[in-house]
């Protein structure tokens, strides 16, 4: 079965997202994540979308459940890597992902989580 | 790939037919000289009222033409589905309603990111929404 590979990245995973991603995927990567949220005790989850020449409401919703379920279990999410285009498209589509930071790319966001995690 | 002088239609069942219709639209909004943002506005519409289609509609078909008004030219494409319909579309067409899983953005976020925007739905017989963007 394919899997979307999850990087461990000292106390936070990395995920690197690609368009095509079908409800199964979405499904298993949520599941994946969060047994590697609670297994690798993680305070932060890097969701990369740099390769998304679109984000539609399908792939928002997947980013604010993973960003939800991180909460949960008390680790921040950073969306890194959001193409200007992705960018102004979402905000006329309404689509806030409230709670979830961003950052423009993985090192930035990891900054931003080192600083989140204390 | 020159631009289409008829409709082209594309199924809509699986997320594979979302997939090849956004690759498809992506080639003709290049061809039709649209610039980046404008190709993903109407991608990212389509891809709502594509997922919509299937989600709710059945499954169905989209018709994807090249349009042109004086020097204006623009994409125009219609969803049709034979599916349930919509009882009531202006509140299906308010931020955060959905009758399943999502997020209720589909169908006024495919509105707002349009030029055109129309919609006809019949309880029982099925959903017809068509959009264009201009370049």
């Known amino acids: 079965m394919e899997r979307i590979p999850i990087l461990?990245?000292?106390?936070?995973?990395?995920?690197?997202?690609?368009?095509?991603?079908?409800?199964q995927l979405v499904m298993t990567l949520q599941d994946d994540l969060?047994?590697?949220?609670?297994k690798?005790?993680?305070?932060?989850?890097?969701?990369?979308?740099?390769?998304?020449?679109?984000?539609?409401?399908?792939?928002?919703?997947?980013?604010?459940?993973?960003?939800?379920?991180?909460?949960?279990?008390?680790?921040?999410?950073v969306v890194v890597g959001m193409q200007p285009a992705v960018a102004i498209t979402l905000v006329e589509l309404g689509l806030t992902l409230e709670g979830v930071r961003t950052a423009l790319s993985v090192e930035k966001g990891m900054a931003l989580l080192e600083q989140s995690a204390g | 790939m020159p631009a289409p002088t008829q409709a082209l239609k594309l199924v809509l069942r699986t997320s594979d037919d979302v997939?090849?219709?956004r690759q498809t639209l992506r080639q003709?909004?290049?061809?039709?000289?649209?610039?980046?943002?404008?190709?993903?506005?109407?991608?990212?519409?389509?891809?709502?009222l594509a997922r919509n289609t299937i989600d709710y509609g059945r499954g169905g078909e989209v018709h994807i033409e090249a349009v042109e008004q004086g020097m204006r030219r623009g994409v125009?494409?219609?969803?049709?589905?034979?599916?349930?319909?919509?009882?009531?579309?202006?509140?299906?067409?308010?931020?955060?309603?959905?009758?399943g899983k999502g997020l209720g953005l589909g169908l006024g976020g495919a509105k707002r990111l349009s030029?055109?925007?129309?919609?006809?739905?019949?309880?029982?017989?099925?959903?017809?929404?068509?959009?264009?963007r201009w370049k």
């Open chain 1, 8 to 23: 461990k990245m000292g106390r936070f995973l990395l995920v690197t997202i690609q368009v095509d991603m079908h409800d």
């Open chain 1, 34 to 38: 969060t047994q590697s949220i609670v």
């Open chain 1, 40 to 77: 690798h005790r993680v305070r932060g989850v890097l969701i990369d979308i740099s390769s998304l020449d679109m984000v539609d409401s399908f792939i928002g919703r997947m980013i604010a459940n993973i960003s939800g379920m991180a909460r949960v279990l008390d680790a921040a999410t």
């Open chain 2, 19 to 21: 997939v090849r219709m």
């Open chain 2, 28 to 48: 003709v909004t290049v061809d039709r000289g649209f610039s980046l943002v404008d190709q993903t506005k109407l991608i990212t519409a389509a891809s709502e």
């Open chain 2, 76 to 99: 125009r494409l219609t969803f049709i589905d034979q599916g349930p319909g919509i009882p009531d579309i202006e509140t299906a067409l308010r931020d955060g309603f959905t009758s």
């Open chain 2, 115 to 132: 030029n055109e925007f129309h919609i006809e739905s019949t309880v029982g017989h099925g959903t017809r929404v068509q959009i264009t």
